[in-house]
């Protein structure tokens, strides 16, 4: 029996997550780009002939390296970029308490948020607050 060559023959037989290749016969991997991942490892020479394949990160996360197997999320007080390739920072006067959400919230009446990496508002004034509720 003869068995035809595939349509992809690849000189790689196995491809690393975020690795692919679009054209047979080639001698290395091409890499997901920045802000896109492939978490699975190619381990046939069909499993990764295209970059097709590689997806975008999800809202709320980034990748700001090449040839990622997975997202990140970015840390309390920045936010992923448009391209989800990195983080920014929140802007003076709003707030990123918890990593993985998705935009900066303006600060709560009577606190005020400084472009940092705090990720969150505080008292206006540097006051702190009584258990009755008055500023001591």
Do not use: M
């Given at each position: 029996?003869?068995?035809?060559?595939?349509a992809?023959?690849?000189?790689?037989?196995?491809y690393?997550?975020?690795?692919?290749?679009?054209?047979?016969?080639?001698?290395?991997c091409?890499?997901?780009?920045?802000?896109t991942?492939?978490?699975?490892?190619?381990?046939?020479?069909?499993?990764?002939?295209?970059?097709a394949?590689c997806?975008?990160?999800?809202?709320?996360?980034?990748?700001?390296?090449?040839?990622?197997?997975?997202?990140?999320?970015?840390?309390?007080?920045?936010?992923?970029?448009?391209d989800?390739?990195?983080?920014?920072?929140?802007?003076?006067?709003?707030?990123?308490?918890n990593?993985?959400?998705?935009a900066?919230?303006?600060?709560?009446?009577?606190?005020?948020?400084?472009?940092t990496?705090?990720?969150?508002?505080?008292?206006?004034?540097?006051l702190?607050?009584?258990?009755?509720?008055?500023?001591?």
């Amino acid at each position: 029996l003869v068995f035809p060559t595939p349509a992809h023959s690849h000189t790689h037989s196995t491809y690393a997550a975020g690795e692919y290749s679009d054209a047979p016969n080639q001698a290395s991997c091409a890499q997901c780009g920045t802000g896109t991942y492939l978490t699975d490892a190619g381990t046939t020479a069909a499993a990764h002939t295209t970059s097709a394949l590689c997806l975008d990160c999800p809202t709320g996360t980034y990748a700001d390296t090449p040839g990622t197997a997975e997202c990140s999320t970015c840390p309390p007080g920045e936010v992923p970029n448009a391209d989800a390739d990195g983080c920014t920072i929140c802007d003076s006067g709003a707030e990123r308490p918890n990593a993985g959400q998705t935009a900066c919230e303006p600060c709560p009446e009577g606190t005020e948020g400084s472009a940092t990496v705090s990720g969150t508002c505080d008292v206006c004034g540097g006051l702190s607050q009584s258990v009755s509720g008055g500023a001591e």
